[in-house]
């Protein structure tokens, strides 16, 4: 059973920084794309940041600049620093494996979520 467990969420003020990490099931990680998506109440989850396996980075606008995706393969776990933090970054913010499949469709893997709150 594939399992993505989340950490380093809580409460900051804006401007102060946060890391989320998320460790996963060691047979998929080494060969899937990590992201980090995140939902804010009555909003749709957007993806905030992704990490091939080979390391080719991708970020949605409103995070350029602020926001690191990284992953330690030895560790099977993903990172996101988020610096800068504002309050439109409120969300539970999920981890996501993408992983190929031979000859077949690519699945997807969910975290529970960790909440991430920024007070103005």
């Known amino acids: 059973q594939v399992q993505l467990v989340e950490s380093g969420g809580g409460l900051v003020q804006a401007g102060e920084s946060l890391r989320l990490s998320c460790a996963a099931s060691?047979?998929?990680?080494?060969?899937?794309?990590m992201g980090w998506y995140r939902q804010a109440p009555g909003k749709q989850r957007e993806l905030v940041a992704a990490i091939t396996s080979g390391g080719i980075t991708n970020y949605v606008d409103s995070v350029k600049g602020r926001f690191t995706i990284s992953r330690d393969n030895a560790k099977n776990t993903v990172y996101l620093q988020m610096n800068s933090l504002k309050p439109e970054d409120t969300a539970v913010y999920y981890c996501n494996a993408h992983v190929p499949r031979p000859s077949y469709f690519p699945v997807d893997y969910w975290g529970q979520g960790t909440q991430v709150t920024v007070s103005s």
């Open positions: 060691v047979s998929i990680f080494s060969i899937a794309t």
